[in-house]
């Protein structure tokens, strides 16, 4: 259990850092600003950090979808071994 839990975290760090220095860089042109992280939204008094949250958004698809793709693996092999 404690190697799974380190190993999601190295993996967790792999994605961010993936996600931060190849795809962004790719969206950041359609972020107006240029700046994806600091891209707002200015609503009177109210300012929505949405870039932030983007790249947040985006971590958090890839990981699930890793995640996703593992369990279906392992699944898919203890059935095999049960047979």
């Known amino acids: 259990m404690a190697i799974a839990f380190i190993i999601g ?3 967790t760090a792999l994605i961010k850092s993936f996600v ?14 240029g700046a994806w992280r600091t891209a707002t939204v200015d609503l009177g ?3 929505i950090s949405w870039g932030a ?3 947040e958004l985006i971590n958090f698809i890839i990981i ?3 995640v996703f793709i593992i369990a279906k693996k ?4 203890e ?3 049960k047979r």
Do not use: C, R
């Not at 931060?20 to 600003?33: E, L, S």
């Open 53 to 55: 949250f983007l790249g």
């Open 74 to 77: 392992v699944l898919k092999e």
């Open 64 to 66: 699930a979808f890793v």
């Open 20 to 33: 931060d220095n190849v795809i962004m860089p790719i969206i950041t042109p359609f972020i107006p600003g």
């Open 45 to 47: 008094p109210i300012v």
């Open 79 to 81: 059935k095999v071994e």
């Open 9 to 11: 975290i190295a993996s």
